[in-house]
Protein backbone atom coordinates (compact mmCIF):
# COMPACT_ATOMS: atom_id res chain seq x y z
CA UNK A 1 0.00 0.00 0.00
CA UNK A 2 2.51 2.83 1.24
CA UNK A 3 4.95 1.61 -2.20
CA UNK A 4 1.75 2.45 -3.75
CA UNK A 5 0.74 6.10 -2.13
CA UNK A 6 4.67 6.80 -3.06
CA UNK A 7 4.09 5.43 -6.94
CA UNK A 8 1.22 7.47 -7.29
CA UNK A 9 2.86 10.90 -5.67
CA UNK A 10 6.21 10.41 -7.96
CA UNK A 11 3.27 9.84 -10.81
CA UNK A 12 1.76 13.33 -10.24
CA UNK A 13 4.95 14.65 -10.14
CA UNK A 14 6.27 13.98 -13.47
CA UNK A 15 3.41 14.41 -15.16
CA UNK A 16 3.83 17.65 -16.69
CA UNK A 17 0.67 17.62 -18.70
CA UNK A 18 -1.51 21.35 -17.91
CA UNK A 19 -3.81 20.88 -15.28
CA UNK A 20 -7.37 20.99 -15.69
CA UNK A 21 -9.94 21.63 -12.22
CA UNK A 22 -13.40 20.45 -12.64
CA UNK A 23 -15.76 21.69 -10.05
CA UNK A 24 -18.32 19.21 -9.50
CA UNK A 25 -19.04 15.53 -10.54
CA UNK A 26 -21.99 15.53 -12.07
CA UNK A 27 -22.22 14.34 -16.12
CA UNK A 28 -21.37 17.55 -17.42
CA UNK A 29 -18.23 17.23 -15.02
CA UNK A 30 -17.77 13.44 -15.45
CA UNK A 31 -18.14 14.56 -19.30
CA UNK A 32 -15.93 17.15 -19.41
CA UNK A 33 -12.86 15.40 -17.48
CA UNK A 34 -13.02 12.05 -20.33
CA UNK A 35 -12.84 15.28 -22.79
CA UNK A 36 -10.06 17.48 -21.28
CA UNK A 37 -7.91 14.10 -20.51
CA UNK A 38 -8.27 12.99 -24.21
CA UNK A 39 -7.03 16.04 -25.30
CA UNK A 40 -3.81 15.91 -23.06
CA UNK A 41 -4.77 17.70 -19.92
CA UNK A 42 -4.00 16.05 -15.99
CA UNK A 43 -7.72 16.27 -14.95
CA UNK A 44 -9.08 16.81 -11.49
CA UNK A 45 -12.51 16.86 -10.29
CA UNK A 46 -13.38 18.37 -7.08
CA UNK A 47 -16.77 17.13 -5.80
CA UNK A 48 -18.27 18.36 -2.38
CA UNK A 49 -20.67 15.21 -1.87
CA UNK A 50 -18.79 12.03 -0.89
CA UNK A 51 -20.04 10.35 -4.24
CA UNK A 52 -19.95 11.14 -7.72
CA UNK A 53 -22.86 11.91 -10.16
CA UNK A 54 -24.29 15.07 -8.71
CA UNK A 55 -27.86 14.77 -9.35
CA UNK A 56 -27.14 11.19 -11.11
CA UNK A 57 -25.91 9.86 -6.98
CA UNK A 58 -27.31 6.33 -5.71
CA UNK A 59 -28.72 5.75 -2.69
CA UNK A 60 -28.20 2.50 -1.14
CA UNK A 61 -30.79 1.51 1.77
CA UNK A 62 -31.47 -1.75 3.04
CA UNK A 63 -30.39 -4.33 0.57
CA UNK A 64 -32.44 -1.56 -2.13
CA UNK A 65 -30.22 0.28 -4.99
CA UNK A 66 -32.01 3.25 -5.93
CA UNK A 67 -30.67 6.09 -8.80
CA UNK A 68 -31.36 9.66 -7.08
CA UNK A 69 -31.95 11.53 -10.35
CA UNK A 70 -31.53 10.32 -14.08
CA UNK A 71 -33.92 7.14 -15.21
CA UNK A 72 -34.35 7.84 -18.60
CA UNK A 73 -30.99 7.80 -20.83
CA UNK A 74 -31.42 8.91 -24.57
CA UNK A 75 -29.00 9.51 -27.19
CA UNK A 76 -26.83 7.16 -25.83
CA UNK A 77 -24.42 7.79 -28.76
CA UNK A 78 -22.78 10.54 -26.68
CA UNK A 79 -21.96 7.93 -23.96
CA UNK A 80 -20.66 5.92 -26.60
CA UNK A 81 -18.36 9.02 -27.51
CA UNK A 82 -16.81 9.33 -24.34
CA UNK A 83 -16.17 5.84 -24.01
CA UNK A 84 -14.24 5.73 -27.37
CA UNK A 85 -12.43 9.53 -26.39
CA UNK A 86 -10.97 6.90 -23.92
CA UNK A 87 -10.05 3.83 -25.88
CA UNK A 88 -12.95 1.64 -24.87
CA UNK A 89 -16.52 0.83 -25.79
CA UNK A 90 -19.69 1.61 -23.37
CA UNK A 91 -20.46 -2.32 -23.48
CA UNK A 92 -17.09 -2.69 -22.27
CA UNK A 93 -18.70 -1.13 -18.97
CA UNK A 94 -22.57 -0.76 -19.26
CA UNK A 95 -25.20 -2.80 -20.33
CA UNK A 96 -27.79 -0.36 -21.57
CA UNK A 97 -31.14 -1.85 -22.39
CA UNK A 98 -33.40 -0.47 -25.16
CA UNK A 99 -37.12 0.46 -22.80
CA UNK A 100 -40.52 -0.58 -24.77
CA UNK A 101 -42.90 1.23 -24.19
CA UNK A 102 -40.66 4.13 -23.83
CA UNK A 103 -43.40 5.21 -20.82
CA UNK A 104 -46.98 4.77 -20.11
CA UNK A 105 -48.99 7.58 -19.96
CA UNK A 106 -51.75 7.44 -17.17
CA UNK A 107 -54.71 9.85 -17.17
CA UNK A 108 -56.63 11.17 -14.06
CA UNK A 109 -59.39 8.21 -15.67
CA UNK A 110 -57.53 5.35 -15.47
CA UNK A 111 -57.14 5.11 -19.22
CA UNK A 112 -53.00 5.05 -20.51
CA UNK A 113 -51.51 5.63 -23.44
CA UNK A 114 -48.34 3.12 -23.76
CA UNK A 115 -45.43 5.97 -25.68
CA UNK A 116 -42.72 3.94 -27.72
CA UNK A 117 -40.54 4.62 -30.95
CA UNK A 118 -42.63 2.40 -32.94
CA UNK A 119 -44.56 4.52 -35.21
CA UNK A 120 -46.89 2.02 -36.18
CA UNK A 121 -47.64 1.40 -32.84
CA UNK A 122 -47.75 4.90 -31.79
CA UNK A 123 -50.65 5.53 -35.25
CA UNK A 124 -52.40 2.95 -33.47
CA UNK A 125 -52.18 4.53 -29.87
CA UNK A 126 -52.97 7.62 -31.35
CA UNK A 127 -56.06 5.95 -33.31
CA UNK A 128 -57.35 4.43 -29.47
CA UNK A 129 -57.80 7.77 -28.65
CA UNK A 130 -58.61 10.11 -31.52
CA UNK A 131 -58.97 8.80 -34.91
CA UNK A 132 -58.88 12.08 -36.61
CA UNK A 133 -55.54 12.93 -34.95
CA UNK A 134 -53.23 10.05 -36.85
CA UNK A 135 -52.21 12.25 -39.66
CA UNK A 136 -51.88 15.31 -37.54
CA UNK A 137 -49.24 13.17 -35.35
CA UNK A 138 -47.43 12.20 -38.60
CA UNK A 139 -47.31 16.31 -39.05
CA UNK A 140 -46.24 16.88 -35.52
CA UNK A 141 -43.33 13.71 -35.61
CA UNK A 142 -42.21 15.02 -39.22
CA UNK A 143 -41.57 18.84 -37.92
CA UNK A 144 -40.14 17.32 -34.78
CA UNK A 145 -37.55 15.53 -37.20
CA UNK A 146 -36.54 18.93 -38.72
CA UNK A 147 -36.66 20.87 -35.09
CA UNK A 148 -33.82 17.71 -34.10
CA UNK A 149 -32.04 18.04 -36.73
CA UNK A 150 -31.30 21.55 -36.30
CA UNK A 151 -31.41 21.89 -32.88
CA UNK A 152 -29.65 18.60 -31.49
CA UNK A 153 -27.51 18.21 -34.31
CA UNK A 154 -26.32 21.15 -35.52
CA UNK A 155 -27.10 23.53 -32.82
CA UNK A 156 -26.47 22.02 -29.46
CA UNK A 157 -22.63 21.24 -30.24
CA UNK A 158 -22.33 25.22 -31.09
CA UNK A 159 -20.84 27.28 -28.26
CA UNK A 160 -23.12 30.53 -29.16
CA UNK A 161 -20.74 33.19 -27.64
CA UNK A 162 -20.94 35.70 -29.54
CA UNK A 163 -24.34 37.68 -30.11
CA UNK A 164 -23.39 37.22 -33.93
CA UNK A 165 -23.87 33.18 -33.32
CA UNK A 166 -27.54 34.01 -32.19
CA UNK A 167 -28.15 36.43 -35.23
CA UNK A 168 -27.15 33.77 -37.30
CA UNK A 169 -29.45 30.94 -35.87
CA UNK A 170 -32.40 33.23 -35.78
CA UNK A 171 -34.31 32.69 -39.23
CA UNK A 172 -33.89 28.88 -38.33
CA UNK A 173 -35.60 29.80 -34.93
CA UNK A 174 -38.33 31.59 -35.99
CA UNK A 175 -39.04 29.12 -38.66
CA UNK A 176 -39.16 26.00 -36.34
CA UNK A 177 -41.10 28.34 -34.19
CA UNK A 178 -38.36 28.51 -31.28
CA UNK A 179 -40.74 31.64 -30.14
CA UNK A 180 -43.35 29.63 -29.39
CA UNK A 181 -43.95 27.07 -26.84
CA UNK A 182 -43.87 23.10 -27.02
CA UNK A 183 -48.08 23.40 -26.02
CA UNK A 184 -49.01 26.00 -28.71
CA UNK A 185 -47.09 23.44 -31.42
CA UNK A 186 -48.25 20.73 -30.58
CA UNK A 187 -51.31 21.80 -30.61
CA UNK A 188 -51.44 23.11 -33.95
CA UNK A 189 -50.92 19.44 -35.12
CA UNK A 190 -52.99 17.56 -32.17
CA UNK A 191 -57.04 18.39 -31.16
CA UNK A 192 -57.60 16.25 -28.99
CA UNK A 193 -56.54 17.23 -25.16
CA UNK A 194 -55.38 14.11 -23.75
CA UNK A 195 -52.58 13.09 -26.99
CA UNK A 196 -51.96 17.30 -26.59
CA UNK A 197 -50.49 16.43 -23.20
CA UNK A 198 -48.62 13.25 -24.29
CA UNK A 199 -46.71 15.23 -27.22
CA UNK A 200 -46.04 18.24 -24.91
CA UNK A 201 -45.25 16.98 -21.38
CA UNK A 202 -41.54 16.59 -22.53
CA UNK A 203 -40.13 19.39 -21.51
CA UNK A 204 -40.88 19.00 -17.94
CA UNK A 205 -38.00 16.46 -17.97
CA UNK A 206 -35.85 19.16 -18.05
CA UNK A 207 -37.48 21.30 -15.62
CA UNK A 208 -39.47 23.44 -18.04
CA UNK A 209 -43.18 24.17 -18.54
CA UNK A 210 -44.69 23.14 -21.84
CA UNK A 211 -46.84 26.29 -21.82
CA UNK A 212 -43.63 28.40 -21.72
CA UNK A 213 -40.51 26.41 -22.85
CA UNK A 214 -39.21 27.06 -26.24
CA UNK A 215 -40.97 24.43 -28.73
CA UNK A 216 -37.26 24.10 -29.76
CA UNK A 217 -38.09 21.13 -27.72
CA UNK A 218 -40.35 19.67 -29.54
CA UNK A 219 -37.28 17.94 -30.87
CA UNK A 220 -37.15 14.92 -27.83
CA UNK A 221 -39.97 13.48 -29.80
CA UNK A 222 -37.58 12.65 -32.22
CA UNK A 223 -34.55 11.81 -30.49
CA UNK A 224 -36.29 8.98 -28.21
CA UNK A 225 -37.84 7.82 -31.51
CA UNK A 226 -33.87 7.92 -33.02
CA UNK A 227 -32.16 6.16 -30.69
CA UNK A 228 -34.38 5.27 -28.08
CA UNK A 229 -34.70 5.25 -24.75
CA UNK A 230 -32.48 2.93 -22.65
CA UNK A 231 -31.69 2.25 -19.03
CA UNK A 232 -28.73 1.14 -17.68
CA UNK A 233 -28.58 -2.36 -15.93
CA UNK A 234 -27.35 -2.22 -12.42
CA UNK A 235 -28.61 1.72 -12.57
CA UNK A 236 -27.80 5.20 -14.00
CA UNK A 237 -24.88 4.51 -11.39
CA UNK A 238 -23.04 2.31 -13.41
CA UNK A 239 -22.54 5.10 -16.33
CA UNK A 240 -21.00 7.13 -13.30
CA UNK A 241 -18.79 4.61 -11.69
CA UNK A 242 -17.90 3.64 -15.07
CA UNK A 243 -16.86 7.56 -16.39
CA UNK A 244 -14.84 8.06 -13.00
CA UNK A 245 -13.07 4.58 -14.22
CA UNK A 246 -12.87 6.46 -17.48
CA UNK A 247 -10.49 9.29 -15.80
CA UNK A 248 -8.66 7.34 -13.92
CA UNK A 249 -7.88 5.38 -17.06
CA UNK A 250 -6.84 8.57 -18.37
CA UNK A 251 -4.56 9.66 -15.25
CA UNK A 252 -7.50 11.56 -14.21
CA UNK A 253 -7.80 12.27 -10.33
CA UNK A 254 -11.57 12.42 -8.73
CA UNK A 255 -11.12 14.21 -5.36
CA UNK A 256 -14.80 13.53 -3.42
CA UNK A 257 -15.77 15.22 0.20
CA UNK A 258 -14.11 18.84 -1.22
CA UNK A 259 -15.86 21.82 -1.53
CA UNK A 260 -14.55 25.06 -4.02
CA UNK A 261 -15.29 27.68 -2.13
CA UNK A 262 -13.84 30.65 -4.86
CA UNK A 263 -12.13 30.28 -8.83
CA UNK A 264 -8.60 32.25 -8.04
CA UNK A 265 -8.50 34.72 -11.08
CA UNK A 266 -5.79 36.61 -11.69
CA UNK A 267 -5.11 39.17 -14.67
CA UNK A 268 -8.43 38.53 -16.23
CA UNK A 269 -7.74 34.74 -16.10
CA UNK A 270 -8.70 31.51 -13.88
CA UNK A 271 -5.86 30.24 -11.99
CA UNK A 272 -6.79 27.42 -9.77
CA UNK A 273 -9.16 27.02 -6.99
CA UNK A 274 -9.47 27.74 -2.99
CA UNK A 275 -11.21 24.75 -0.87
CA UNK A 276 -13.50 25.31 2.15
CA UNK A 277 -10.20 23.33 3.99
CA UNK A 278 -7.69 26.03 2.93
CA UNK A 279 -6.05 24.80 0.49
CA UNK A 280 -5.56 26.04 -2.58
CA UNK A 281 -4.62 24.16 -6.14
CA UNK A 282 -3.50 25.80 -8.87
CA UNK A 283 -4.48 25.03 -12.44
CA UNK A 284 -4.35 25.94 -16.11
CA UNK A 285 -8.12 26.05 -16.37
CA UNK A 286 -10.89 25.65 -14.72
CA UNK A 287 -14.45 24.30 -15.81
CA UNK A 288 -17.52 24.74 -12.99
CA UNK A 289 -20.07 21.71 -13.24
CA UNK A 290 -21.70 23.92 -10.62
CA UNK A 291 -25.23 25.29 -10.54
CA UNK A 292 -24.48 28.25 -13.20
CA UNK A 293 -26.30 30.73 -10.71
CA UNK A 294 -24.29 30.13 -8.03
CA UNK A 295 -21.11 30.24 -9.98
CA UNK A 296 -22.00 33.85 -10.64
CA UNK A 297 -23.23 34.25 -7.30
CA UNK A 298 -20.95 33.03 -5.04
CA UNK A 299 -17.38 31.09 -6.97
CA UNK A 300 -16.19 34.45 -8.93
CA UNK A 301 -15.01 36.96 -7.88
CA UNK A 302 -16.63 40.24 -6.80
CA UNK A 303 -16.25 42.35 -9.76
CA UNK A 304 -17.09 39.35 -12.27
CA UNK A 305 -20.19 38.46 -10.25
CA UNK A 306 -24.11 38.52 -11.83
CA UNK A 307 -25.88 41.91 -10.46
CA UNK A 308 -28.88 41.29 -8.18
CA UNK A 309 -31.15 42.35 -10.94
CA UNK A 310 -30.00 39.37 -13.05
CA UNK A 311 -30.45 37.45 -10.08
CA UNK A 312 -34.38 38.58 -9.62
CA UNK A 313 -34.31 38.17 -13.30
CA UNK A 314 -33.23 34.41 -13.15
CA UNK A 315 -36.12 31.81 -13.88
CA UNK A 316 -35.04 28.84 -12.15
CA UNK A 317 -36.84 25.60 -12.88
CA UNK A 318 -39.10 23.79 -10.66
CA UNK A 319 -38.45 22.14 -7.98
CA UNK A 320 -38.63 18.29 -7.43
CA UNK A 321 -40.03 16.24 -4.15
CA UNK A 322 -38.87 12.69 -4.27
CA UNK A 323 -39.85 10.23 -2.34
CA UNK A 324 -37.56 6.28 -2.65
CA UNK A 325 -39.40 3.14 -1.36
CA UNK A 326 -38.92 0.00 -1.44
CA UNK A 327 -41.47 -3.30 -1.05
CA UNK A 328 -41.67 -6.10 0.72
CA UNK A 329 -43.61 -8.01 -2.82
CA UNK A 330 -43.30 -6.87 -6.26
CA UNK A 331 -45.98 -5.04 -8.49
CA UNK A 332 -45.54 -6.99 -11.99
CA UNK A 333 -48.31 -4.57 -13.98
CA UNK A 334 -46.71 -1.94 -13.16
CA UNK A 335 -44.33 -0.54 -16.21
CA UNK A 336 -40.83 0.68 -16.05
CA UNK A 337 -41.87 4.05 -16.72
CA UNK A 338 -45.32 5.45 -15.39
CA UNK A 339 -46.54 9.12 -16.14
CA UNK A 340 -49.65 9.76 -14.02
CA UNK A 341 -51.25 12.73 -14.84
CA UNK A 342 -53.43 14.59 -12.63
CA UNK A 343 -56.76 15.85 -13.35
CA UNK A 344 -55.54 19.90 -14.15
CA UNK A 345 -52.78 20.29 -16.69
CA UNK A 346 -51.99 23.45 -17.46
CA UNK A 347 -53.64 25.03 -13.64
CA UNK A 348 -51.54 22.70 -11.99
CA UNK A 349 -48.51 23.76 -13.73
CA UNK A 350 -49.15 27.70 -13.20
CA UNK A 351 -49.67 26.54 -9.44
CA UNK A 352 -46.03 25.05 -9.78
CA UNK A 353 -44.22 27.62 -11.88
CA UNK A 354 -46.28 30.98 -11.07
CA UNK A 355 -48.23 31.07 -8.62
CA UNK A 356 -45.33 28.92 -6.62
CA UNK A 357 -48.14 26.48 -4.45
CA UNK A 358 -48.29 23.10 -3.36
CA UNK A 359 -51.47 22.17 -4.93
CA UNK A 360 -53.50 19.90 -3.67
CA UNK A 361 -53.32 17.35 -6.42
CA UNK A 362 -50.29 16.45 -8.25
CA UNK A 363 -48.87 14.54 -11.64
CA UNK A 364 -46.30 11.81 -10.99
CA UNK A 365 -43.57 10.34 -12.44
CA UNK A 366 -43.30 6.86 -11.16
CA UNK A 367 -40.10 4.50 -11.62
CA UNK A 368 -39.98 0.66 -11.46
CA UNK A 369 -36.41 -0.05 -12.42
CA UNK A 370 -36.34 -3.81 -10.68
CA UNK A 371 -39.52 -3.92 -13.47
CA UNK A 372 -36.48 -4.05 -15.85
CA UNK A 373 -33.30 -4.98 -13.33
CA UNK A 374 -34.65 -7.45 -10.37
CA UNK A 375 -31.49 -7.27 -8.43
CA UNK A 376 -31.63 -3.43 -7.49
CA UNK A 377 -34.17 -5.11 -5.12
CA UNK A 378 -33.64 -7.61 -2.69
CA UNK A 379 -35.57 -10.85 -4.12
CA UNK A 380 -39.24 -10.15 -4.30
CA UNK A 381 -39.02 -6.85 -3.80
CA UNK A 382 -39.55 -4.01 -5.68
CA UNK A 383 -37.41 -0.87 -5.51
CA UNK A 384 -39.43 2.59 -7.04
CA UNK A 385 -39.26 6.03 -6.48
CA UNK A 386 -42.09 8.67 -7.40
CA UNK A 387 -41.32 12.13 -8.32
CA UNK A 388 -43.28 15.34 -8.19
CA UNK A 389 -42.98 18.47 -9.59
CA UNK A 390 -42.82 21.24 -6.78
CA UNK A 391 -42.86 25.19 -6.71
CA UNK A 392 -38.72 25.66 -6.09
CA UNK A 393 -37.76 27.48 -3.34
CA UNK A 394 -38.69 30.88 -4.28
CA UNK A 395 -42.71 29.41 -3.26
CA UNK A 396 -41.44 29.69 0.35
CA UNK A 397 -43.19 25.85 1.35
CA UNK A 398 -41.48 24.83 4.62
CA UNK A 399 -40.19 21.62 3.41
CA UNK A 400 -38.95 20.11 6.75
CA UNK A 401 -42.96 20.51 8.25
CA UNK A 402 -44.67 19.70 4.76
CA UNK A 403 -42.13 16.41 3.56
CA UNK A 404 -43.88 14.10 5.46
CA UNK A 405 -47.72 14.92 4.92
CA UNK A 406 -47.10 15.41 1.29
CA UNK A 407 -45.29 11.87 1.18
CA UNK A 408 -48.45 9.98 2.77
CA UNK A 409 -50.70 12.18 0.13
CA UNK A 410 -48.61 10.84 -2.83
CA UNK A 411 -48.70 7.23 -1.53
CA UNK A 412 -52.73 7.63 -1.41
CA UNK A 413 -52.53 8.67 -4.70
CA UNK A 414 -50.18 5.90 -5.91
CA UNK A 415 -52.43 3.39 -3.94
CA UNK A 416 -55.48 4.34 -5.24
CA UNK A 417 -54.33 4.21 -9.23
CA UNK A 418 -51.66 2.01 -9.46
CA UNK A 419 -50.04 0.67 -6.54
CA UNK A 420 -53.06 -1.09 -4.53
CA UNK A 421 -51.91 -2.26 -1.24
CA UNK A 422 -49.06 0.26 -1.06
CA UNK A 423 -48.69 0.85 2.87
CA UNK A 424 -48.30 -2.67 3.88
CA UNK A 425 -45.80 -3.60 1.21
CA UNK A 426 -43.30 -0.72 2.19
CA UNK A 427 -39.98 -1.89 4.00
CA UNK A 428 -37.79 0.93 2.88
CA UNK A 429 -38.07 4.81 2.55
CA UNK A 430 -35.93 8.07 1.92
CA UNK A 431 -37.27 11.46 0.87
CA UNK A 432 -35.56 14.61 -0.59
CA UNK A 433 -37.33 18.17 -1.57
CA UNK A 434 -36.44 21.09 -3.25
CA UNK A 435 -34.40 22.09 -0.01
CA UNK A 436 -32.05 19.03 -0.32
CA UNK A 437 -31.07 20.12 -4.12
CA UNK A 438 -30.60 23.18 -2.37
CA UNK A 439 -28.20 21.88 -0.03
CA UNK A 440 -26.53 19.11 -1.22
CA UNK A 441 -25.49 20.38 -4.62
CA UNK A 442 -25.93 23.52 -3.81
CA UNK A 443 -29.04 24.42 -6.32
CA UNK A 444 -29.93 28.11 -6.67
CA UNK A 445 -33.26 27.73 -5.01
CA UNK A 446 -33.20 24.29 -4.43
CA UNK A 447 -34.33 23.94 -8.14
CA UNK A 448 -34.44 20.39 -10.55
CA UNK A 449 -32.52 21.68 -12.87
CA UNK A 450 -30.82 24.79 -12.95
CA UNK A 451 -32.23 27.79 -15.25
CA UNK A 452 -35.84 27.00 -17.17
CA UNK A 453 -35.58 26.54 -20.49
CA UNK A 454 -37.38 29.46 -22.04
CA UNK A 455 -36.18 30.92 -25.32
CA UNK A 456 -34.89 34.38 -23.06
CA UNK A 457 -32.75 31.61 -21.39
CA UNK A 458 -31.45 29.51 -24.55
CA UNK A 459 -28.49 29.59 -26.82
CA UNK A 460 -26.45 32.66 -26.10
CA UNK A 461 -28.96 33.92 -23.24
CA UNK A 462 -27.84 31.04 -21.70
CA UNK A 463 -25.02 31.01 -19.50
CA UNK A 464 -21.94 30.41 -22.11
CA UNK A 465 -19.69 27.27 -21.99
CA UNK A 466 -16.76 29.41 -21.91
CA UNK A 467 -16.48 32.33 -19.73
CA UNK A 468 -16.79 35.71 -21.76
CA UNK A 469 -15.32 37.50 -19.20
CA UNK A 470 -12.47 35.37 -17.40
CA UNK A 471 -9.93 33.61 -20.23
CA UNK A 472 -9.36 30.18 -19.04
CA UNK A 473 -12.76 29.55 -17.46
CA UNK A 474 -15.27 27.16 -18.78
CA UNK A 475 -19.01 26.41 -17.85
CA UNK A 476 -20.48 22.76 -18.31
CA UNK A 477 -24.02 21.35 -16.61
CA UNK A 478 -27.89 21.60 -16.76
CA UNK A 479 -27.53 25.66 -16.02
CA UNK A 480 -25.61 26.17 -19.13
CA UNK A 481 -25.88 25.83 -22.86
CA UNK A 482 -27.77 23.71 -24.33
CA UNK A 483 -29.38 23.00 -21.24
CA UNK A 484 -30.27 19.50 -18.93
CA UNK A 485 -31.06 16.00 -19.25
CA UNK A 486 -28.62 14.03 -19.97
CA UNK A 487 -28.00 14.68 -23.84
CA UNK A 488 -27.72 18.41 -22.38
CA UNK A 489 -25.35 18.01 -19.92
CA UNK A 490 -22.99 15.86 -22.04
CA UNK A 491 -23.34 18.12 -25.02
CA UNK A 492 -22.42 21.10 -22.85
CA UNK A 493 -18.74 19.01 -22.34
CA UNK A 494 -19.06 18.39 -26.15
CA UNK A 495 -18.54 22.08 -26.62
CA UNK A 496 -15.44 22.06 -24.51
CA UNK A 497 -13.19 20.61 -27.57
CA UNK A 498 -14.51 23.73 -29.38
CA UNK A 499 -13.40 26.31 -27.51
CA UNK A 500 -10.39 25.08 -25.18
CA UNK A 501 -6.87 24.02 -26.26
CA UNK A 502 -5.82 21.22 -27.22
CA UNK A 503 -3.12 20.38 -24.82
CA UNK A 504 -1.57 17.70 -27.06
CA UNK A 505 -0.14 20.15 -29.00
CA UNK A 506 0.31 22.96 -26.68
CA UNK A 507 2.03 20.92 -24.21
C1 LIG B 1 -34.89 13.44 -9.92
C2 LIG B 1 -34.33 13.74 -11.28
C3 LIG B 1 -34.64 12.91 -12.35
C4 LIG B 1 -34.08 13.15 -13.59
N1 LIG B 1 -34.36 12.30 -14.61
C5 LIG B 1 -33.71 12.44 -15.78
C6 LIG B 1 -33.82 11.43 -16.77
O1 LIG B 1 -34.47 10.41 -16.57
N2 LIG B 1 -33.11 11.60 -17.93
C7 LIG B 1 -32.34 12.70 -18.16
O2 LIG B 1 -31.73 12.80 -19.25
N3 LIG B 1 -32.22 13.66 -17.22
C8 LIG B 1 -32.86 13.53 -16.05
N4 LIG B 1 -32.69 14.47 -15.06
C9 LIG B 1 -31.84 15.64 -15.34
C10 LIG B 1 -30.37 15.28 -15.22
O3 LIG B 1 -30.20 14.37 -14.18
C11 LIG B 1 -29.55 16.52 -14.89
O4 LIG B 1 -29.83 17.56 -15.80
C12 LIG B 1 -28.05 16.22 -14.94
O5 LIG B 1 -27.73 15.01 -14.30
C13 LIG B 1 -27.32 17.37 -14.28
O6 LIG B 1 -25.94 17.21 -14.48
P1 LIG B 1 -24.95 18.41 -14.21
O7 LIG B 1 -23.74 18.16 -15.03
O8 LIG B 1 -25.63 19.71 -14.39
O9 LIG B 1 -24.48 18.24 -12.70
P2 LIG B 1 -25.22 18.01 -11.31
O10 LIG B 1 -25.83 16.67 -11.31
O11 LIG B 1 -26.04 19.16 -10.94
O12 LIG B 1 -23.94 17.93 -10.37
C14 LIG B 1 -23.19 19.06 -10.00
C15 LIG B 1 -22.23 18.61 -8.94
O13 LIG B 1 -21.41 19.71 -8.56
C16 LIG B 1 -21.18 19.62 -7.16
N5 LIG B 1 -20.81 20.95 -6.67
C17 LIG B 1 -21.58 22.06 -6.71
N6 LIG B 1 -20.91 23.10 -6.19
C18 LIG B 1 -19.68 22.62 -5.82
C19 LIG B 1 -18.56 23.21 -5.21
N7 LIG B 1 -18.54 24.51 -4.88
N8 LIG B 1 -17.47 22.43 -4.96
C20 LIG B 1 -17.47 21.11 -5.29
N9 LIG B 1 -18.53 20.50 -5.86
C21 LIG B 1 -19.62 21.25 -6.12
C22 LIG B 1 -22.50 19.15 -6.61
O14 LIG B 1 -22.34 18.56 -5.34
C23 LIG B 1 -22.91 18.13 -7.67
O15 LIG B 1 -22.45 16.85 -7.35
C24 LIG B 1 -33.22 14.26 -13.80
C25 LIG B 1 -32.91 15.10 -12.72
C26 LIG B 1 -33.45 14.83 -11.47
C27 LIG B 1 -33.06 15.73 -10.34
Known amino acids: MLTLAVDQKIAQKIDRRPHALVVGSGFGGLAAAVRLGARGYRVTVLERLTQPGGRARVHRQDGFTFDAGPTIVTAPQLFEELWQLAGRRLSDDVMLVPMDPFYRIRFADGTSFAYSGDVDRMRAEVARFAP???????????????????????????????????????????????????????????????????????????????????????????????????????????????????????????????????????????????????????????????????????????????????????????GLFVWYFGTSRRFPKVDHHTILLGPRYRDLLADIFDRKVLAEDASLYLHRPTATDPSLAPPGCDAFYVLAPVP???????????????????????????????????????????????????????????????????????????????????????????????????????ILDSVVPDARVTA
Not at 241 to 249: E, H, K, P, T
Not at 434 to 462: H, I, K, M, N
Open 132 to 318: DDVAGYDRFMAHSRAVCRIGFEQLGHVPFGSVGSMLKIAPDLLRLSGHRSVHDVVARFIRDERLRTVFSFHPLLIGGNPFRASAIYCLIADLERRWGVHFAMGGTGQLVDGLVRLIRSQGGRLRLGVEVTRIRVEAGAATGVDLTSGETIAADLVVSNADSAVTHARLLPEAQRWSSGRFQRARSSM
Open 392 to 494: NLAGGQDWHALAEPYRRRIAAMLEESVLPGLSEAIVTSKVTTPLDFQDDFLSYRGSGFGLEPVLTQSAWFRPHNRSSSIRNLYLVGAGTHPGAGLPGVLSSAR
